[in-house]
């Protein structure tokens, strides 16, 4: 297949284009390098820009015949989207908007969406599947249900088929060292815990220790970006084979606490690192966990790197070359 991979530059987007340029597929990554780096693009050819810039994807579009279209492109901090409402409407909905016009234009009909649990809001039960009211409570969230209902729009309109995946917590790293997370600011807790590891960070915070859980911090469900990516190219396998349109949550359904996972830190490093209690913040739900049965059932999907701890040497192992990037200045 030839794939065109928007936002191919940053974290999940970087992981994908190796994981469908080493399956043999044909790729090109599309990035502003906005959030992403141009050195994460190890595989494939690489052309900078935006997907709202309408010149250059009537350009892509005509000069390559693309069986497909996966979208990373999106911003995803909860936190600055309640400050920042129009950047994210702006980047995640409108821009998104021009991608699918001109996918329709040039008669490309199948699109993989990178969604999020955001869209489920405040939990009624977990873990969560697919029948869940779907209640955003921030304009990230928002952002990306509009996405999703304009995808059901398109495809009753112009046939455009679409695989959207609700992601819970992404995280880790490319186990052969090459790829890994990198967000100015981080904003993930996997990053987070293993910088105060490292000591690029002084120390972890805690917000909350008297949910109703287990020891009283919130409880997540961690997904390895491996087995994210496997998820998407599975999903557009399933288009391109004449599938209908879907969307799927994408977790292990293993819910873990904060502070588990920080002393599961602690013990893959070696390292005793300071942690700091603190309020809860707004909006932060006790339990977020997946269920992930619908996509086990209809696209044969199985996590490989399901242990967390797997998840976290990984993650560990990129922390370190980061660490040392940082310290020889070369990064």
């Not at 790293?173 to 996997?190: F, V, W, Y």
């Not at 120390?203 to 997540?220: A, E, L, Q, W």
């Not at 199985?302 to 070359?321: C, N, Y």
Request: glycine residues 8%; contains cysteine.
């Amino acid at each position: 297949m030839k794939v065109l991979v928007a936002g191919g530059a940053g974290y999940i987007g970087s992981h994908m284009v190796k994981m469908l340029s080493l399956a043999g597929h044909d790729v090109i990554t599309l990035d502003d390098l906005s959030t992403g780096y141009r050195d994460a693009v190890k595989y494939g050819d690489f052309v900078a820009g935006d997907i709202a810039d309408t010149s250059l994807l009537n350009d892509l579009f005509s000069n390559n015949r693309f069986d497909g279209v996966m979208h990373f492109a999106s911003y995803i901090q909860v936190g600055e989207s309640v400050t920042k409402p129009y950047m994210y409407y702006h980047n995640n909905l409108s821009n998104t908007l021009v991608l699918l016009n001109a996918m329709i234009e040039h008669d490309v009909k199948h699109f993989i969406f990178s969604s999020t649990a955001a869209t489920y809001g405040e939990p009624a039960y977990t873990p969560i599947d697919e029948a869940h009211h779907q209640k955003p409570i921030n304009p990230y969230g928002h952002s990306k249900l509009m996405v999703e209902q304009v995808l059901q729009d398109f495809d009753h309109a112009h046939g455009l088929k679409s695989v959207c995946l609700r992601y819970f917590n992404a995280a880790g790293a490319d186990p052969d060292g090459e790829l890994g997370e990198r967000h100015n600011p981080e904003t993930h807790l996997i990053p987070l815990v293993l910088q105060a590891a490292s000591g690029r960070r002084s120390k972890i915070t805690v917000y909350g220790s008297d949910y109703d859980t287990p020891d009283g911090t919130c409880i997540r469900d961690y997904i390895h970006v491996n087995d994210l990516c496997s998820a998407h190219l599975l999903g557009l396998e399933h288009l391109v084979s004449g599938g209908e349109t879907r969307a799927y949550n994408m977790g292990n359904g293993l819910g873990c606490s904060i502070m588990e996972l920080i002393e599961l830190a602690k013990t893959v490093t070696g390292v005793d690192f300071e942690v700091i209690v603190s309020e809860r913040r707004l909006g932060d739900p006790a339990r977020l966990v997946a269920d992930s049965t619908l996509l086990q059932r209809e696209l044969n999907w199985r996590p490989e790197f399901a242990s967390l701890e797997m998840i976290v040497r990984h993650a560990w192992e990129w922390e370190k070359q980061l660490q040392k990037s940082e310290l020889s200045g070369t990064r």
